[in-house]
């Protein structure tokens, strides 16, 4: 089972045009609660991203200097501080994922990207969702039940191409115990990693027996 970013995100997504204000889009963050969205161009596809931070820039800007040379110079640094519409506020280009693109996938974005969330898009970049570290999270609700007929048959009969009956798999709370004689400890490691890459598993304990050498 692989559970896609379409499977867990929000399809009414809160977003504006890049002609939109400043005070429209605080406002549209408030009334929402929400800490960021999506900036999408006329024909829907997303450009850009604003948030909190975006915005925030104009409150932390440094005062002016006196005299016309420094604030002339001045004025064209502080252009994120200057900016008035969604447009110019955003922070471009997007980091975004695509519908059928898998959970682990959006999870490694938002890790190496530092963000809360993430727009989703379809093949033409058109903005269909949103999906949060919250929605990321959810497979880790997965019933131990579909957890254990998983590694039973997808990764130790399928994968493997083991008996099942020669195993024994407990799961409680996402936490899985594989034990049984294995051939080797290669096999042993590469069944555990992969008993490890299953959908909802929180952990793996290795409880596996093997010949020596």
Not at 193 to 213: F, H, I, K, M
């Given at each position: 089972?692989?559970?896609?970013?379409?499977?867990?995100?929000?399809?009414?997504?809160v977003?504006?045009?890049?002609?939109?204000?400043y005070?429209?889009?605080?406002?549209?963050?408030?009334?929402?609660?929400?800490?960021?969205?999506?900036v999408?161009?006329?024909?829907?596809?997303?450009?850009?991203?604003?948030?909190?931070?975006?915005?925030?820039?104009?409150?932390?800007?440094?005062?002016?200097?006196?005299?016309?040379?420094?604030?002339?110079?001045?004025?064209?640094?502080?252009?994120?501080?200057?900016?008035?519409t969604?447009?110019?506020?955003?922070?471009?280009?997007?980091v975004?994922?695509?519908?059928?693109?898998?959970?682990?996938r959006a999870?490694?974005?938002?890790?190496?990207?530092?963000?809360?969330?993430?727009?989703?898009?379809?093949?033409?970049?058109?903005?269909a969702?949103?999906?949060?570290?919250?929605?990321?999270?959810?497979?880790?609700?997965?019933?131990?039940?579909?957890?254990?007929?998983?590694?039973?048959?997808?990764?130790?009969?399928?994968?493997f191409?083991?008996?099942?009956?020669?195993?024994?798999?407990?799961?409680?709370?996402?936490?899985?115990?594989?034990?049984?004689?294995?051939?080797?400890?290669?096999?042993?490691?590469?069944?555990?990693?992969?008993?490890?890459?299953?959908?909802?598993?929180?952990?793996?304990?290795?409880?596996?027996?093997?010949?020596?050498?």
């Open positions: 089972m692989t559970t896609t970013v379409q499977d867990v995100m929000t399809a009414r997504v977003s504006v045009p890049e002609s939109a204000g005070k429209d889009i605080v406002t549209l963050l408030r009334r929402h609660r929400v800490s960021a969205v999506p999408v161009d006329s024909a829907g596809r997303v450009t850009g991203v604003v948030s909190e931070a975006d915005l925030l820039a104009k409150q932390t800007a440094p005062a002016l200097p006196t005299g016309a040379v420094r604030m002339a110079w001045r004025l064209r640094e502080r252009s994120k501080a200057a900016a008035v969604a447009a110019e506020l955003m922070t471009s280009p997007a975004t994922v695509t519908l059928g693109a898998d959970v682990a999870a490694r974005l938002m890790q190496d990207r530092q963000v809360k969330r993430l727009p989703v898009v379809d093949a033409d970049g058109h903005l969702g949103i999906v949060s570290r919250m929605d990321v999270l959810s497979v880790y609700e997965r019933p131990d039940g579909q957890i254990r007929d998983e590694v039973a048959t997808g990764v130790i009969a399928g994968r191409l083991l008996d099942p009956l020669s195993f024994g798999v407990t799961v409680r709370s996402g936490i899985v115990t594989v034990t049984g004689q294995a051939d080797s400890r290669a096999v042993a490691l590469s069944l555990l990693g992969a008993v490890r890459n299953v959908e909802g598993v929180v952990a793996v304990r290795d409880r596996l027996s093997y010949p020596p050498g």
